[in-house]
């Protein structure tokens, strides 16, 4: 197991090159030109453009702008060994790697609550359905669920801050994490705060992961009771209990562990619509931000941080699966 995971890393090096290769040659052939969004202002204003121009200038030779594309390339793969994204084009001062890592912090937990309870309730749910097959409550949960699945995230979002804000019931917060007097509340109430906060973004980024992934476990289960393994179970005389959660539900599990994969870096990417619906500062909303002021920076470091997560998902879901099936061997 030790080898297949050190020879799985070495392989993520070539692979996260051939990444950072890509999504820098898509963003420098991406329409628009950073230095000229970013002082379009001033160029209206100035006389004669004299001051614009050497504005222009100064900020290409700032950022290498003006530098070949390979060597612009060499820069970049630099600041990613060394995890230094450089700094903000908007603000200055301001190093992109500083700013991810507190973006990370708030869009991390988030994902992580959510994909917890995806789990927690998928997977019961696809047991139900796949045990109860054909009743009238699989009838009722399947439909729930597609009708779940089928609401885009923007207008889900949108449906709970109406209902549950202030325009509706006024049950929860709708935007940001805390409210203006936060700072002055006791510890106690800072986090309740918060956990209110957190209700509705969190509610949005799980419920599509949830129907995908109680549809994949009742499949799984589903192809698992019809093997020859649980009618002997059966003839033996076991309970249903025991013949399900004993001896079937974990072989069910490998399809949702292939799934895994891609959930937790799916949730990190596709939370820039539920940040900017609720206006979250972490990690979605600043790549995001970045994309609309052609920040370099800001937008190849968010999304080489994302396809390093879908790469340690993966190696995730491998390791996985010898723990949910033993069968499995990577000697």
């Known amino acids: 197991m030790l080898i297949y995971v050190l020879r799985r ?19 420098r052939l991406a329409p628009g030109d950073p230095a000229t969004i970013r002082f379009g202002d001033m ?15 100064k900020f290409r030779q700032r950022y290498h702008l003006d530098e070949p594309w390979h060597v612009q390339y060499g820069y970049w793969i630099r600041s990613v060994a060394t995890l230094d994204f450089g700094y903000e084009f908007e603000r200055p001062a301001v190093p992109v790697r500083q700013e991810l890592w507190r973006r990370l912090a708030i869009t991390v937990p988030l994902s992580v609550v959510s994909v917890l309870l995806a789990y927690l309730i998928a ?25 779940l699945y089928s609401l885009p995230t923007f207008w889900a979002g949108l449906m709970l801050i109406l209902v549950f804000g202030k325009t509706g019931l006024g049950w929860l917060p709708v935007l940001g994490l805390h409210d203006k007097d936060a700072a002055s509340l006791s510890t106690w109430g800072w986090w309740k705060d918060l956990g209110l906060h957190c209700i509705l973004p969190i509610a949005t980024m799980t419920y599509g992961s949830l129907a995908y992934l109680s549809r ?7 192809e ?51 940040e900017q619906i609720f206006n979250i500062p972490g990690m979605g909303l600043y790549a995001y931000e970045g994309l609309l002021k052609r920040d370099y920076n800001v937008v190849m470091a968010t999304t080489t941080i994302s396809a390093f997560m879908t790469l340690l998902g993966f190696l995730i879901s491998d390791i996985l699966y010898a723990v949910v099936d033993p069968r499995i061997s990577y000697e």
């Not at 070495?10 to 040659?25: E, H, K, N, Q, Y």
């Not at 004669?48 to 200038?57: D, K, L, M, P, R």
């Not at 393994?229 to 013949?243: D, N, P």
Request: net charge positive; charged share 15%; hydrophobic share 55%.
């Open 216 to 222: 994949i476990m009742r499949v799984g289960m589903l």
């Open 43 to 57: 160029g209206q204003a100035s006389a004669g453009g004299a001051n614009y121009e050497a504005a222009i200038t």
């Open 9 to 27: 890393v070495l392989w993520m090096v070539p692979a996260m090159f051939g990444i950072t290769v890509l999504l820098f040659v898509v963003m």
């Open 123 to 147: 997977l019961p749910l696809g047991v139900f359905s796949a045990v109860r097959q054909r009743s009238f409550g699989d009838r009722v949960t399947t439909l729930l669920l597609f009708l």
């Open 224 to 274: 698992t009771v019809r093997q020859d393994y649980i009618r002997t179970a059966r003839a033996k005389g076991l309970s249903e209990r025991v013949v399900v959660l004993r001896h079937a539900l974990r072989n069910s599990l490998i399809p949702v562990v292939t799934v895994f994969a891609t959930i937790l870096p799916v949730l990190i990417g596709g939370s820039v619509l539920v």
